[in-house]
């Protein structure tokens, strides 16, 4: 037994039963691919404000892709016995799995950034001022390529410490290669601290506790902010009183589009006092200046109006980022109930007669992991249409003038 071990690389066989639920989640990451193309298109048109969701929709169509290399290709030579899908996934399973380890650690770091973009908005003026600089078009990019570069950096390891090893006394030609750890990765113990516990805490632990903090301040602050706005209508609406308007401007639920609103009301205004000022020049009658007012009233209701869309805007873009940063959550709290096991050598993991087996358990627990992250990744299209009605309607506006421009070529 030790013997054909030595001679044949590790081999783990499929189940008609796994082999077509992994089938069907592969052609799942294909839409995924081409859904998460399809939100880098649109959100290309306006890359200086939208450069996170460009980017966080670059590594969900890379998740969706190495699944399927990984897993899709590798379900397809083990049951189907294809020696050319064989050969071609272990001449291209390093590279590509070491893209999967920098993208898996990018995700989170990069959801950080947009949810704490979120969280300013819910701030202070003087609180966004301090992290203006951090958040402009500037910034932006440059925070992008630092989360970028350090993933690289902190993955590149990943390369060194993986092989496809050769059994070429092997009779059986789908166990004559395998992927395994180099001898470096074995020996090293600096390295097994390094890929555990210093790896898990940086892209786990870290991003986990962050971001539920950062929505659950998010979730009070919504709350709170529709209080305030829902005491102020009742009060007597937007322009009460110049006390109102400061209470509004500098309030701790205050979003940043009131300052526009106020802007345009501070415009109504003097354009109202000119008319007056103007009407008692010109002794206007009485008729006239009731025309006037009754413009102004309705400025007013526009005014209003505008300023529930553009909350109702900002609140769908928050809305949307709670839903995608509870589906990664979600994602990260399987995948760190299956880290404590492995760290913790459960039995649960092996089978009971023979420990260097994994159990079905530690398959499907496996399998789940990689499932769930990846159909979270190809699902966040729909996340946007349901939770951002104006994003929905940009993705549409972008196929029917793809569609357009094809019908007319």
């Known amino acids: 037994m030790e013997e054909a071990e030595e001679l044949c690389g590790y081999f783990e066989g499929y189940t008609t039963q796994r082999f077509v639920i992994i089938s069907v989640f592969s052609l799942f990451s294909f839409f995924g691919v081409i859904a998460n193309a399809l939100l880098m298109a649109v959100f290309r048109r306006t890359l200086g404000s939208s450069v996170y969701l460009f980017a966080l929709s670059s590594c969900d169509l890379l998740i969706c892709l190495t699944y399927l290399l990984l897993f899709g290709v590798d379900a397809g030579f083990v049951y189907l016995r294809n020696t050319t899908l064989f050969f071609l996934y272990h001449r291209y399973i390093v590279p590509v799995f070491f893209m999967a380890k920098v993208v898996q650690f990018a995700i989170p770091f990069i959801l950080i950034l947009i949810t704490f973009e979120r969280y300013l908005w819910t701030t202070r003026e003087k609180t966004r001022q301090m992290f203006a600089v951090v958040f402009d078009e500037k910034g932006r990019n440059i925070t992008i390529c630092v989360v970028f570069v350090m993933s690289v950096v902190l993955r590149v390891p990943v390369l060194f410490a993986t092989q496809v090893k050769e059994y070429p006394a092997c009779d059986d030609y789908f166990r004559s290669e395998s992927v395994s750890p180099t001898d470096w990765a074995k020996d090293s113990y600096a390295y097994r601290v390094f890929d555990f516990q210093i790896i898990t805490a940086v892209q786990m632990f870290f991003p986990f506790f962050v971001l539920l903090i950062l929505n659950l301040v998010i979730i009070k602050r919504l709350i709170a902010e529709k209080h305030d706005y829902a005491t102020m209508n009742s009060s007597g609406g937007v322009l009460t009183s110049s006390l109102a308007t400061k209470k509004m401007s500098f309030g701790p639920g205050n979003l940043p589009e009131n300052y526009v ?18 009407s008692k020049r010109s002794s206007l009658a009485p008729a006239a200046n009731s025309r006037r007012q009754s413009m102004f009233q309705d ?40 880290t ?6 459960s039995s649960v993991l092996y089978e009971s007669d023979d420990q260097s087996q994994s159990s079905n358990f530690y398959i499907v627990l496996s399998d789940m992991v990689s499932i769930v992250y ?24 972008y196929l029917r003038r793809r569609e357009s421009v094809s019908g007319h070529s």
């Open 374 to 397: 990846m159909v979270s990744s190809a699902i966040r299209i729909f996340i946007y249409a349901k939770c951002n009605p104006k994003l929905r309607v940009e993705i549409s506006n």
């Open 261 to 278: 609103l106020l802007e345009v009301a501070a415009e109504v205004m003097r354009e109202s006092l000119l008319h007056s000022d103007s």
């Open 340 to 345: 404590f096991l492995e760290r913790f050598e």
């Open 299 to 338: 400025v007013v209701i526009e005014l209003k109006e505008s300023s529930r869309s553009k909350r109702s805007q900002l609140r769908n873009a928050i809305y949307t980022m709670l839903a995608i940063v509870t589906s990664y959550l979600v994602c990260n709290g399987i995948h760190l109930f299956l």
